[in-house]
């Protein structure tokens, strides 16, 4: 890594690891036949207490950026659109596994990346709401990876 990493870095359209395809929603809205929707991302973090806050977002790049040298090293991120994880944009109701997302309700702070092999894989289902607050979000859910099959 002291020889820096290459001027030029790769984006992507398409990435798959840890089981899961992920595109990004600019690959996805250049091609309107697709059957599937792969942009939705989770991370999880942790903090001093080891409490877990779980973050989600859409994927607006994928990125790899490689380093020179010897040992040759690449780092592969996901750009991400992040959700406001917060009550004042999510609301879960346990007992049934629901995450409701505000999609309109952002993350305050810019902090885009993540790294893609600390992300799992969400879907988005728009619904109806009679509550306004999440009029224009919708029921998150969490999808098996390739590997798994129910």
């Not at 809205?29 to 207490?49: F, Q």
């Not at 999510?90 to 810019?110: C, M, N, Q, W, Y």
């Not at 619904?127 to 590997?147: F, S």
Request: net charge neutral; charged share 25%.
């Amino acid at each position: 890594m002291s020889y820096g990493f290459r001027t030029q870095v790769t984006s992507y359209g398409c990435y798959d690891i840890n089981g899961y395809r992920f595109r990004s929603e600019k690959y996805e809205k250049g091609r309107p036949g697709l059957t599937t929707i792969n942009t939705g991302v989770c991370v999880t973090s942790y903090d001093e207490s080891d409490n877990a806050l779980e973050y989600y977002g859409v994927i607006e790049d994928i990125i790899k950026i490689k380093w020179e040298g010897s040992i040759k090293l690449e780092l592969v991120l996901f750009y991400c659109r992040w959700f406001d994880p917060t009550p004042n944009g999510l609301r879960r109701t346990e007992d049934l596994g629901l995450v409701e997302i505000k999609h309109a309700a952002r993350l305050k702070s810019f902090d885009p990346f993540v790294m893609a092999s600390q992300v799992t894989q969400v879907y988005y289902l728009s619904y109806p709401c009679k509550n306004m607050d999440y009029h224009h979000g919708g029921l998150c859910t969490r999808l098996l990876h390739m590997d798994v099959y129910p």
